[in-house]
């Protein structure tokens, strides 16, 4: 760690940023935060300033049905920043709130993830498509009732064709997903001034 700009892999170069600028407890343990689910939403930054699109994700949620949903996966090798404080926003700042809302009414499986009153105050720079799928299910979206294989045995709506996760979490792959949607990201602080975290779920 005392070489940080070494020929060592960027993953390996961001650990060890991590560790020394996450906040610690009185022992020197790095402190693991929660953040739920409707506090976050994707930076715009996030994948070169291309917004996640609602068929990537419904295309992601029928892997995860296949393949399985982890929640070390969900919170690993990810950075998510915090909001500006109103007192630091520049003129016509447009929020994470805002510019989520306005990208994901153009989508139609998308519209309808962000409400105005959503308490928003951080963005995910990783792991979007997920997020997406995350909100999509809790504010029960259509989404249709062909997410996955008949052959599967799995259903992801009720039958109005509206997302469902007492469907979804039914099935043994995805048994973890419904604890992840109750509890959100978990990370470690980072004492930086964008006052951003690293999502991490174990050290």
């Known amino acids: ?7 060592e892999g960027i993953c390996v170069r961001a650990a060890a940023w991590t560790m020394k600028y996450c906040e610690k407890d009185g022992y020197n343990k790095p402190l693991l935060i929660n953040v739920p689910l409707l506090e976050t939403c ?11 699109q609602g068929k990537g ?21 990810g950075i998510v920043m915090r909001e500006l404080p109103e007192a630091d926003r520049p003129a016509n700042y447009e929020t994470f709130l805002e510019y989520n809302m306005k990208k994901s009414s ?15 105050g951080f963005a995910n720079l990783a792991h979007c498509h997920v997020e997406q799928i995350g909100r999509a299910i809790i504010r029960k ?5 062909d ?7 799995l259903k992801a709506c009720d039958p109005n064709g509206n997302l469902s996760i007492s469907a979804l979490a039914a099935h043994p792959n995805l048994k973890e997903l419904q604890a992840w949607l109750e509890v959100g990201f978990q990370g470690f602080q ?14």
């Open 1 to 7: 760690m005392a070489d940080l700009i070494s020929t």
């Open 42 to 52: 994707v930076h715009k930054g996030n994948r070169g300033f291309v917004y996640t």
């Open 57 to 77: 994700c419904r295309t992601l949620l029928g892997k995860l049905g296949q393949d399985g949903f982890l929640i070390d996966v969900a919170n690993s090798n």
């Open 106 to 120: 153009n989508d139609e499986l998308l519209a309808g993830a962000y409400l105005a009153s959503d308490p928003v």
């Open 141 to 145: 979206l259509n989404w249709g009732h």
């Open 147 to 153: 997410v996955f294989p008949p052959e599967l045995g």
């Open 190 to 203: 980072l004492e930086t001034g964008a006052g951003s975290f690293r999502l991490q779920s174990r050290i």
